[in-house]
């Protein structure tokens, strides 16, 4: 599905104008589960993928391939839970690098069986993986994140905007040419507000650069947390600079997102701060935090592995998004809500991003989860991810693969403000994508 953004975004490796994501839409009967249900449960999930490999090596064409590499091993099978997906997966012996077309797959599975058990899904993760807590909450913090911007100034009046609503998280994206100057605009106008600022510079950062390695030293004494500033595959930096932060004794966490798409990975990055600081992970665990991206980590399976290492070891986890559809946006405040005191996510409402409707749920259109008037987002209370099914009707079939809504390209739906030149471009793209 092709959606326009309300408003350009933009990080330090990509400005982008609409989102396309891979939708997975599950049918399963009687057959397919351990326990018979007298009605046929339609599950979903998403791949929160570009169009093209920004991010990292998968974009929506290799999700496809891989679903159709996938899937024959899947239609027909008897399932008790969602772990009998990734154990076929295992015992086919693919390359599970595709970690976000493996989540599209998992969330579906996660969505079908907390509908089979009639739970909504925080309360099916909470049961099923059995997670040590009792502070599952009905409202998630709305956390901002604010693309970069032309100037400090305009920077800063943007996130003025969001903090006179009541957001009380701001995340700012940052790159070497666009940090110090726009952190600084932020602050001015944060002043002694109670509010957490953090920076994500998305791997734009190389320790090796002495004039990078000075200005990560400046930034971290002007913010409350630093995500991912080197390359995804340079843990050993990371941990180098926690290290650093711990011996200085300053409070700035240091979280990992593109480095962390296993378990495995985060505890490779825990050894090597424990072999640097010659302390055990629970001495400097208040200098680190992890970016649970469920598309990421390849679905909630594996986010609930990372989140029960992450509570045994006193480490802060934050919910992270990547401008998901209802599917993906609810799988994230459902894992965001089975835990009060995960570090503020930068889960935002859906009409943050989004006009129009791609769900229907109890036969009304349903346009997202948006922020209520307490400034949250209300955890989805139906079984399943609760959001809804597609709108199929809705929605303008132009390739085999790609679908775009008819919403979308109604101007009438969209405020006096959209920009028809965009629009046309939105057109024009979709129309020459080679599916």
């Known amino acids: 599905i092709l959606r326009p953004l309300a408003y350009q975004f933009t990080t330090s490796f990509s400005t982008r104008e609409f989102i396309s994501h891979v939708l997975v839409e599950a049918f399963w009967d009687s057959s397919n589960t351990s326990k018979k249900s007298s009605s046929e449960i339609i599950s979903y999930g998403e791949s929160t993928t570009h169009s093209e490999p920004f991010y990292n090596g998968e974009f929506d064409q290799t999700v496809f391939s891989f679903h159709n590499r996938v899937l024959p091993h899947l239609i027909g099978k008897n399932f008790s839970s969602p772990r009998d997906l990734h154990q076929i997966l295992d015992a086919i012996k693919f390359n599970k690098q595709n970690r976000f077309a493996i989540a599209s797959l998992d969330i579906a599975f996660h969505d079908a069986f907390s509908q089979e058990k009639g739970v909504p899904l925080n309360r099916y993760l909470l049961s099923h993986y059995k997670y040590p807590t009792n502070n599952l909450i009905t409202e998630v913090p709305v956390g901002i994140s604010r693309g970069m911007k032309s100037s400090p100034e305009e920077l800063a009046k943007s996130v003025l905007e969001f903090i006179r609503a009541g957001n009380k998280k701001i995340k700012l994206k940052i790159s070497p040419d666009k940090d110090l100057e726009y952190i600084e605009a932020v602050r001015n106008i944060i002043k002694s507000q109670d509010i957490t600022l953090s920076a994500d510079a998305n791997s734009s950062y190389n320790?090796?650069?002495?004039?990078?390695?000075?200005?990560?030293?400046?930034?971290?004494?002007?913010?409350?947390?630093?995500?991912?500033?080197?390359?995804?595959?340079?843990?050993?930096?990371?941990?180098?600079?926690?290290?650093?932060?711990?011996?200085?004794?300053?409070?700035?966490?240091?979280?990992?997102?593109?480095?962390?798409?296993?378990?495995?990975?985060?505890?490779?990055?825990?050894?090597?701060?424990?072999?640097?600081?010659?302390?055990?992970?629970?001495?400097?665990?208040?200098?680190?935090?992890?970016?649970?991206?469920?598309?990421?980590?390849?679905?909630?399976?594996?986010?609930?592995?990372?989140?029960?290492?992450?509570?045994?070891?006193?480490?802060?986890?934050?919910?992270?998004?990547?401008?998901?559809?209802?599917?993906?946006?609810?799988?994230?405040?459902?894992?965001?809500?089975?835990?009060?005191?995960?570090?503020?996510?930068?889960?935002?409402?859906?009409?943050?991003?989004?006009?129009?409707?791609?769900?229907?749920?109890?036969?009304?259109?349903?346009?997202?989860?948006?922020?209520?008037?307490?400034?949250?987002?209300?955890?989805?209370?139906?079984?399943?991810?609760?959001?809804?099914?597609?709108?199929?009707?809705?929605?303008?079939?132009?390739?085999?693969?790609?679908?775009?809504?008819?919403?979308?390209?109604?101007?009438?739906?969209?405020?006096?403000?959209?920009?028809?030149?965009?629009?046309?471009?939105?057109?024009?793209?979709?129309?020459?994508?080679?599916?």
């Open 207 to 435: 320790e090796l650069d002495e004039d990078h390695f000075n200005r990560i030293l400046d930034i971290v004494s002007k913010v409350d947390l630093l995500e991912q500033p080197f390359s995804y595959d340079d843990t050993w930096g990371h941990a180098l600079l926690t290290s650093l932060l711990n011996k200085k004794g300053l409070k700035t966490k240091i979280c990992l997102d593109e480095s962390i798409r296993y378990l495995k990975d985060l505890k490779n990055f825990v050894s090597q701060v424990e072999m640097i600081l010659n302390l055990p992970v629970e001495e400097f665990s208040h200098s680190i935090a992890v970016n649970i991206k469920i598309s990421r980590v390849g679905g909630l399976y594996e986010a609930m592995r990372i989140a029960q290492y992450c509570m045994d070891k006193n480490i802060d986890i934050m919910p992270g998004g990547m401008h998901e559809f209802d599917f993906g946006q609810s799988a994230i405040v459902s894992f965001n809500s089975i835990n009060s005191n995960f570090y503020p996510g930068d889960s935002e409402g859906s009409e943050t991003y989004y006009c129009g409707a791609l769900t229907a749920l109890d036969g009304k259109r349903f346009e997202g989860l948006k922020t209520n008037e307490n400034g949250n987002l209300s955890v989805p209370v139906e079984p399943g991810l609760g959001v809804g099914s597609l709108i199929w009707d809705e929605l303008l079939q132009i390739g085999p693969f790609t679908y775009i809504s008819k919403l979308d390209l109604d101007l009438n739906r969209w405020s006096p403000d959209w920009n028809p030149v965009l629009l046309e471009k939105v057109k024009k793209d979709v129309q020459s994508q080679p599916f």
